[in-house]
């Protein structure tokens, strides 16, 4: 198969990931993207339950009014059902259950009152819609004590069931207890009421609330972050024009905008790394131009630099889109060359050096003569050596030293580390 057009296989991931190579400007804008996602449901979620918790303090503060201005009118207009004089304390044995029920009834029904219970300084419940409990103490509930010190106190809870004033029954439903002090004439704690009030009907009201706010907040969110893409749009791209500019100029040679020697070299290190773990094999060439310093005496540097130019071009055309060619010196490139043995890597190398040969170069109307020799060196991990670490100095080295004899044997040629290594 032609060597342009062979696909190198697919290589394990490499756990060697720079930061700069991972954070980039997209992956930074992705980044904001998900905070700002984040932050917005955060908003929306901390909104919602803002607007629970107003309407829910909003509903308990207006049931516990209304239990407080339905208890006092009620001791007010039934007093002597209540207490049996002025200084007189709520007692069991004045209640008058029958005249109580009446009274209850007729006063509280309308006002959505599903249940009470009226205790005595001594927590005994004296009189209670649900007659199992009269003549009980409930002792240990800590807001019939704040009501028995004059605290009015009010909790919300949600009733599987409950039956109202009217005996009929109701499920599922919100109700708020209010535990509010009794007074009698004199001014003086007699006792306290717990009246629970049904206020379900408000459920609706608060879920059309939560949802309308949030909605509302929503709204509000996705104009605040479309002004805001639409402020940054232009210096994101702007960011990320630069980035790549800063990336190329990083990693790539100016000149022939082929790697540079930093980026040819990491690719190396990663290769070896893939090595090292993996096994497989991989070769190097060491490309150097023929008496490169006489171009430049002859026709002049800038014509120099139009050679390393077209030879770059010439290296990066022979190459599998896997394969690796960076600039290593001034007319010097190193070829990293994935899944390849050292024939394969010496194939290559002269199909460079015989496109290199054939190069028309021409610089101020002259042609410019141009030639390369190249050293090579396979790297090969079998089993047997998995437990020897690869060292990349050492095969630049011996590129280096393949090289070094190619130019011996008279330049323009390629040259194997291990023939160089038999010939020793």
Do not use: C
């Given at each position: 198969m032609f060597w342009p057009h062979h696909k190198i296989p697919h290589l394990p991931p490499?756990?060697?990931?720079?930061?700069?190579?991972i954070y980039t400007p997209s992956q930074l804008i992705r980044s904001m993207f998900i905070l700002l996602c984040i932050l917005g449901s955060a908003i929306l979620i901390f909104s919602a339950l803002t607007i629970y918790w107003v309407s829910k303090a909003y509903i308990l503060d207006r049931a516990e009014a209304e239990a407080i201005s339905i208890s006092q009118s009620f001791t007010n207009n039934h007093y002597e059902l209540v207490l049996a004089s002025e200084n007189a304390n709520i007692?069991?044995?004045?209640?008058?259950e029958d005249k109580?029920?009446?009274?209850?009834?007729?006063?509280?029904?309308?006002?959505h009152?599903?249940?009470?219970?009226?205790?005595?300084?001594?927590?005994?419940?004296?009189?209670?819609?649900?007659?199992?409990?009269?003549g009980t103490t409930n002792i240990g509930n800590d807001s019939l004590e704040k009501a028995l010190l004059g605290e009015d106190v009010s909790k919300m809870?949600?009733?599987?069931?409950?039956?109202?004033?009217?005996?009929?029954?109701?499920?599922?439903?919100?109700?708020?207890?209010?535990?509010?002090?009794?007074f009698n004439q004199a001014g003086q704690i007699a006792g306290a009421f717990e009246i629970y009030q049904d206020v379900t009907r408000f459920?609706?009201?608060?879920?059309?609330?939560?949802?309308?706010?949030?909605?509302?907040?929503l709204t509000n969110l996705l104009i605040i972050f479309f002004i805001a893409y639409r402020f940054m749009r232009l210096p994101l791209s702007a960011l990320k024009v630069a980035h790549k500019k800063l990336q190329r100029m990083a990693t790539k040679d100016s000149l022939?905008?082929?790697?540079?020697?930093?980026?040819?070299?990491?690719?190396f290190d990663k290769e070896i790394y893939r090595l090292n773990q993996f096994g497989g094999k991989l070769s190097i060439i060491l490309m150097d131009l023929d008496k490169f310093k006489l171009i430049n005496d002859t026709y002049g540097h800038p014509a120099g630099d139009e050679v390393i130019k077209q030879c770059a071009k010439a290296i990066r055309a022979c190459l599998r889109q896997g394969d690796c060619v960076g600039r290593y010196g001034g007319e010097e490139f190193i070829i990293i060359l994935p899944h390849a043995n050292e024939q394969q890597a010496f194939n290559v190398a002269e199909r460079i050096r015989n496109v290199i040969k054939n190069l028309k170069i021409v610089y101020d109307g002259k042609?410019?003569?141009?030639?390369?020799?190249?050293?090579?060196?396979?790297?090969?991990?079998?089993?047997?050596?998995?437990?020897?670490?690869?060292?990349?100095?050492d095969l630049i080295k011996e590129a280096d030293q393949a090289l070094y004899d190619a130019k011996a044997k008279g330049r323009n040629c390629s040259i194997c580390a291990s023939q160089f290594a038999m010939a020793k």
């Open positions: 490499l756990l060697t990931q720079k930061w700069d190579e007692d069991i044995s004045n209640m008058a109580l029920d009446t009274a209850f009834r007729q006063t509280l029904a309308p006002f009152m599903i249940k009470v219970k009226v205790f005595t300084p001594d927590r005994t419940i004296a009189y209670s819609t649900d007659k199992s409990i009269i809870y949600t009733k599987n069931s409950e039956m109202d004033l009217r005996f009929e029954q109701h499920f599922d439903i919100d109700v708020v207890a209010t535990y509010t002090p009794v459920r609706d009201d608060m879920n059309t609330a939560i949802l309308t706010g949030t909605l509302i907040v022939t905008q082929i790697d540079n020697r930093s980026q040819a070299l990491s690719f042609t410019i003569p141009v030639s390369i020799s190249a050293g090579i060196t396979e790297v090969l991990s079998t089993e047997e050596n998995t437990d020897e670490v690869i060292n990349t100095d």
